[in-house]
């Protein structure tokens, strides 16, 4: 399981990412302006960002349908989550916008069953 040493704050409608391990807070706000984060490290969250943005502002969540190629990066990030390969502030990022590492799919493949 994931254990993060980061922690949210909140001041009006903002809310920040502090982490232990960094110097700097990072804000989880909506970005419109078209400007990825500088905390993001992983490519694929770095490609699928502003897209998750936009799904949130229009559906109230960042989780985008698999029938879509930025579908086809949310279930990348959550395999690279399964795996312990996204940095702790991509997936605070990630948590923080309501993004769910697991799918329906996820769970049938990655449970055993037996």
């Known amino acids: 399981s994931f254990q993060s040493n980061a922690a949210f704050q909140s001041s009006g409608t903002d809310v920040w990412l502090v982490s232990s391990s960094r110097t700097h807070c990072t804000s989880l706000t909506a970005d ?3 400007d990825i984060p500088q905390s993001i490290r992983s490519p694929v969250l ?3 960002y502003q897209a998750l943005v ?3 502002e229009k559906y109230g969540n ?4 698999l029938g879509s190629a930025d ?4 279930k990348t990030l959550r395999r690279l989550h399964f795996q ?7 997936v605070a990022l990630l948590n923080g916008m309501g993004f769910r590492f697991h799918s329906f799919e996820d769970v049938y493949t990655e449970c055993d069953f037996g």
Request: glycine share 12%; aromatic share 0%; with cysteine.
């Open 54 to 56: 936009s799904h949130n």
């Open 84 to 90: 312990g390969k996204l940095s702790e502030d991509d």
């Open 32 to 34: 419109t302006s078209g």
């Open 62 to 65: 960042p989780n985008i349908p």
């Open 46 to 48: 770095a490609q699928v």
């Open 71 to 74: 579908g086809k990066r949310c």
